[in-house]
Structure formats: structure tokens, C-alpha cells
């Protein structure tokens, strides 16, 4: 089984500021890394497929980077939506998923 | 537009046995394979179980191996959880999740289970 691991546990961040949110594979994936968004109370969102794909209707200022084993989300510029908690999950060896154990973005 | 409508859940006794459903529309739900997920209070995601667009190849997480059954009836566009000899450590909110060739792209808003005496 994959393991994802993300870091920080927790980013504390202003509006307006860039985030940067890690995630690593215990095994190459390739580019089967999706990102998540899931605030309190709702179902987690969709936003990154295959590492760099922005999904359907998700802004610009979220983008994805990595392959292999080492993953970057980034969020240019925060806007106060945005705070939130971020999961990765892989594609790249299943079954099973496996979902990393998330970052939350809080504002600082 | 995509949409999962989960229900089912509920207060259950340990030992206890419960069934999910959650009905797809907005797509071809014969086309796609479906999964359960799900997540504890305050802790994170958790696949449950896969099956893929026929019903033909299911999958289980090990933690539920032999006490949970997934199926589908594809001319109802529906999925179904059966869950028996529930513990405390199942109680979450489940979701249904559609996908896509591994991906799960679309979520539905989820169905609260608690195990408890």
C-alpha cells in the first residue's frame, strides 16, 4: 500500500499570501496525484487531477506540481475561501486509494 | 449536473447491521465504477470500497474485509453499502464517490453512521 504523506499538519497564512503545501508518495505514482479541498461540514472538492490538471471550474491561482514521489500544491494569493483543509490522494497503484492526512490552511 | 444523494445512516448498536444507498443522476451511471469513502469526526479520508461499472470487479479496504458488501443497480442508478457486525471504529460520514478511471471526481454530500450502545 501507498503511503502519502503530507506537510505541514497545518499552514497559518494572511489573505493575499502564497501557500505551499507538500505531499509525498512512499512509491513512485508517476502523475496519479489528485488534490482535494474540504471545508467544515461539506464533501472534499476536486481541484488538481494527474499532478498539474486544474479540475473543472477551480481558479487559476491553484496549481500543481511534482511526479514520482514529491507533490506541491500552491495557492498564489489566498482569498478568505481558501482556508480549508487539503488532502492528496494517489491513483498511480490501487486498489486501495490512499488519501494523505491533510494540511489545514488557517488564517494567521 | 452531477449530483450523489446518500441516506441510510444512522444510530446503530455494535454487532448491529446497516444499509447505505446513494442515487446518482446527471451521468451515465452504468458507464462509471463507484466507491465508498470515509471519514471519522476530525480525522481523514478513508476508501471503503470500489466496484466497477458492471458490478464484475470489487475491491475492500482490509478494515472491512468480510463485514461489508458493496453493490449497484445500475437500471436504478444506485449504489448500496450493506454493512454487518458494525464496531465503533465505522462510525463516520460516508460518501458516495464517483470514478474515473481511479480518480474520484465527484463526491456526494455524505451520510452520518455512529456505532454506539
Known amino acids: 500500500e501507498i503511503v502519502l504523506t503530507q506537510s505541514p499538519a497545518t499552514l497559518s497564512l494572511s489573505p493575499g499570501e502564497r501557500a505551499t503545501l507538500s505531499c509525498r508518495a512512499s512509491q513512485s505514482i508517476s502523475s496519479y496525484l489528485a488534490w482535494f479541498q474540504q471545508k467544515p461540514g461539506q464533501a472534499p472538492r476536486l481541484l488538481i487531477y494527474?499532478?498539474?490538471n486544474r479540475a473543472t471550474g477551480i481558479p487559476a491561482r491553484f496549481s500543481g506540481s511534482g511526479s514520482g514521489t514529491d507533490f506541491t500544491l500552491t495557492i498564489s494569493s489566498l482569498e478568505p475561501e481558501d482556508f480549508a483543509v487539503y488532502y492528496c490522494?494517489?491513483?498511480?497503484?490501487?486498489?486501495?486509494?490512499?488519501f494523505g492526512q491533510g494540511t489545514k490552511v488557517e488564517i494567521k | 449536473e452531477v449530483q450523489l444523494v446518500e441516506s441510510g445512516g444512522g444510530l446503530v448498536q455494535p454487532g448491529g447491521s446497516l444499509r447505505l444507498s446513494c442515487v446518482a443522476s446527471g451521468f451515465t451511471f452504468s458507464t462509471y465504477e463507484m466507491n465508498w469513502v470515509r471519514q471519522a469526526p476530525g480525522k481523514g479520508l478513508e476508501w471503503v470500497s470500489y466496484?466497477?461499472?458492471?458490478?464484475?470487479?470489487?475491491f475492500y479496504a482490509d478494515s472491512v474485509k468480510g463485514r461489508f458488501t458493496i453493490s449497484r443497480d445500475n437500471a436504478k442508478s444506485s449504489l448500496y453499502l450493506q454493512m454487518n457486525s458494525l464496531r465503533a471504529e465505522d462510525t463516520a460520514i460516508y460518501y458516495c464517490?464517483?470514478?474515473?478511471?481511479?480518480?474520484?471526481?465527484?463526491w456526494g454530500q455524505g451520510t452520518l453512521v455512529t456505532v454506539s450502545s
Open positions: 466496484i466497477g461499472s458492471s458490478g464484475s470487479a470489487i
Open positions: 490522494q494517489q491513483r498511480g497503484n490501487w486498489p486501495p486509494w490512499t
Open positions: 464517490a464517483r470514478g474515473n478511471d481511479g480518480l474520484p471526481d465527484y
Open positions: 494527474d499532478a498539474s
